[in-house]
Every structure is written in C-alpha cells, then in structure tokens.
C-alpha cells in the first residue's frame, strides 16, 4: 500500500488528532453514564479516521474512488448509533449517544482526511451543545410526549375529573394505564403532550387540587 502522498508523522498526527477529539466528546458522555461512552466515541472516532486515511492514501491512483469508504462510514455508523436507543414506556432514549457516535464518526473523518480546522471546531461546538445546551434544555417546557404519574383514592369517576382538569389546560391525553388497586388506592399512568403555552408545574398543581389525587409525578 503506497502512502508516500502524507509523511507518516502527518499520519500519525491524524490519527492522535481523531483520537483525542474522540475522547472529549466520550469523556462528556461517560460522566453521564450513558452507554457509549469515553471508549466507544475515542475507537469511533479514531476507525473513522482510519478508514478515510486509507479510502484517501491506500486507493489514491488506483482508479477507485476515494470517497467510496468514507461515504459507507455514514450508513455504518448508523447501526452502532441504533443500538444505543432504547424505548422506557413512552420515552424514546439514546438519542443524543447516537447523534454523538454519528458525529464522532464525521469528526474522526475530517481528521483523517487532514481538515484539521473543521474536525476541532465541530467537536467543540458538540460539547457546547452537550453541556451548556443541556443546562439551557431543562429549563424549557418540553412540549413532546411525556409521562405524568398518579397515586390516587380509587372511587368512582376519579378518571374523568382528572380528564376535566387536562383537558381545562388543553393537555391531550395520548395514552393511559391503571395498576391493580391497593389498599384502596390506584396509580394512574399517563402519557400526555403539553400545548405551547402550558407548564408541568401548571398542570401538576392544577391536578395535586384533585379530590383524591394524594401524589403527582413526572416521569422522565
């Protein structure tokens, strides 16, 4: 395989480079204990490289088309990156770890391919995204389906009062669950979507002033 068209140590830089951006964005998400994490993103990263270092070095002049490999990491990726979501009741999960593993993979790609500025730029705006943007996401209303759980009295029409009061907010009610009844109390389970302009500490009190609603909870 001929590489004479980049010096081993422009190689090696590469390679240390795709390796060491990998591990930033992995080392964000290992400190949140997500399951790809400091490893996984750092050999992403560092495969990506590779696999275009030698797309790039070891095809180059052969006829075969050098952006061949790199264009396949982008379909690959994509099912290490399925495999890290996961569904919890109405919460689909995994999502940023995919999204991260399928950037790495385009960041250790740059890296191979020597655009040094963009490969270090892209992975400091990722973990701009992954840390301040994430403080900055808990603090608006998610307007997606989430789960709100009841622990309540069980005695008749407790179902549809608690309907009225969601229903005064405009919050629509997407799917429901009931527990066994226990010692004369229910847990109601709700998967709900909230409109625009409507809080979970809105609707929380609204439905803690229930006659018979002992306890409200959301459920991430």
């Known amino acids: ?27 964000e998400r290992e400190t949140v204990e997500k399951p790809a994490g400091l490893r996984t993103h750092t050999l992403v990263t560092l495969g990506a ?37 996961w569904r919890s009741g109405v919460n689909v999960q995994g999502l940023t770890t995919a999204a991260t593993l399928w950037t790495s993979a385009a960041i250790g790609t740059a890296a191979g391919a020597g655009f040094y500025l963009g490969a270090a730029a892209a992975t400091a705006l990722v973990v701009i995204v992954l840390i301040p943007f994430k403080a900055l996401e808990k603090r608006l209303p998610r307007r997606g ?65 229930v006659d018979g609603v002992e306890q409200v909870r959301w459920k991430e």
């Open 49 to 85: 490289a590779l696999f275009t270092l030698i797309s790039k070095e070891g095809f180059f002049g052969s006829g075969a088309d050098p952006a061949r490999i790199a264009s396949n990491i982008v379909v690959g990726i994509g099912f290490l990156g399925a495999g890290t979501i």
């Open 1 to 27: 395989m001929d590489i004479a068209a980049a010096s081993w140590w422009e190689i090696l830089l590469r390679l240390i480079l795709a390796l060491v951006l990998g591990g930033l964005i992995g080392l």
């Open 145 to 209: 389906l989430t789960t709100v759980e009841l622990l309540l009295v069980d005695e008749p029409g407790q179902l549809g009062r608690i309907g009225t009061v969601l229903g005064a907010h405009n919050v629509n009610i997407e799917h429901v669950e009931m527990s066994e009844r226990m010692d004369q109390h229910v847990t109601i389970t709700l998967a709900v979507r909230l409109p625009a302009r409507v809080t979970r500490d809105e609707v929380m009190g609204a439905l803690a002033d």
